[in-house]
């Protein structure tokens, strides 16, 4: 039912026609600042891949790639809404960002389900991460149901070079959809679907909401500690283990996501380390030894490239003028062409 309603709302937003008032809109500013990740530094070479489960993708991937085709407006200029023929894609971009730095994050107390939203920091960061995304593609944008991830999301969204406006979906009632429909055609053209699920949110740490993390330690010990935080399978007192988080985040990016990018559809996703450790997990076929190791910073875009049924990493973009990333496939490359043609 909820896949349903996301299927049919992602299809009242597809888009298929070019952008019309390109030429008013500003130059982009380009971003010069360099970052570096965690994870892309820290996990270079474990990009194992257990043959079972990318058996298991490639086959759903080719099976809903069949059925589906797909039209990147942005590389269709001269065709208007009327006249597109959709054509198939093989190729699409998955941009994973962990949300900005939150209030609790500055206060250095566990979060988990607790909404609470972005400081000061990870505002700007959420800004920073939108300019380094800026000339990647982005069709439809995954949220958890959490504030700092729908943040991060819409300020990142701020800096797209493209222009469209993300907007929230509310399906949560008949009436909730109805009362949130837009009327005009070229409107929908110009918005980016946003979808927030619960299934992304962090994962719930139980009794250690609201605890300062090194209280935390200083009481228990540093290694009961980092078990709660870092182990696979182990949970914090009554809250979830990284393994139970995986089992709802993994499952809705199998059913939800995948499917939106094997049928060719850019995907950004907001979340949680821990939501987003869990894929990644998934992404990268990590061992759940590997994935202890596995931390994510606040505020870090992640690009993944969907080809031929695989997974392939691509590492953070520096900017967004960014040679590595783009010289990786030719649709990448040509939609950027065409940005910096147009603004
Ligand atoms: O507090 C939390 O919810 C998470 C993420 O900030 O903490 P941890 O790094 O322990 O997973």
Not at 120 to 139: L, M, T, Y
Not at 316 to 338: M, W
Request: hydrophobic share 35%; glycine share 4%; net charge positive.
């Amino acid at each position: 039912m909820a896949a349903e309603v996301c299927h049919q709302a992602i299809g009242t937003f597809q888009s298929n026609s070019f952008l019309n008032n390109a030429k008013n809109n500003q130059k982009f500013q380009k971003n010069s600042i360099i970052l570096t990740t965690k994870y892309f530094t820290s996990c270079n070479g474990l990009s194992r891949r257990a043959s079972n489960y990318s058996a298991q993708r490639k086959c759903r991937i080719r099976s809903s790639a069949s059925q589906t085709s797909v039209v990147d407006p942005v590389l269709s200029p001269s065709r208007s809404s009327t006249t597109e023929t959709p054509r198939k894609s093989n190729e699409a971009a998955l941009i994973l960002i962990r949300h900005g730095e939150s209030l609790w994050n500055e206060k250095n107390l566990f979060t988990g389900c607790v909404d609470v939203p972005l400081s000061k920091k990870g505002i700007d960061e959420a800004i920073e991460a939108g300019k380094r995304i800026s000339s990647i593609p982005v069709d439809v944008i995954f949220t958890s149901a959490l504030v700092r991830a729908q943040m991060t999301a819409m300020l990142a969204m701020t800096q797209h070079r493209r222009r469209k406006v993300p907007i929230i979906l509310h399906n949560e009632s008949e009436q909730a959809r109805a009362w949130s429909q837009i009327f005009s055609e070229d409107t929908k053209k110009q918005s980016i679907p946003v979808i927030a699920s619960w299934q992304l949110n962090e994962r719930m740490y139980g009794e250690l909401q609201g605890l300062n993390k090194q209280e935390t330690a200083d009481r228990y010990g540093k290694e009961q500690v980092h078990e709660w935080r870092r182990s696979y399978d182990i949970p914090p007192p009554n809250g979830e283990s990284l393994e139970m988080c995986a089992e709802r985040a993994v499952a809705y990016f199998r059913e939800e996501i995948e499917p939106q990018l094997s049928s060719g559809k850019n995907v950004m996703i907001a979340a949680h380390g821990n939501s987003l450790r869990s894929i990644i997990m998934y992404l990268d076929q990590l061992t759940s030894q590997e994935v202890i190791s596995l931390e994510l910073s606040t505020g870090i875009p992640m690009l993944y490239i969907l080809k031929e049924g695989k997974f392939i990493r691509r590492g953070s973009p520096i900017g967004p003028a960014e040679a590595g990333v783009y010289a990786y496939t030719n649709n990448l490359a040509l939609y950027r062409q065409k940005l910096d043609d147009l603004y």
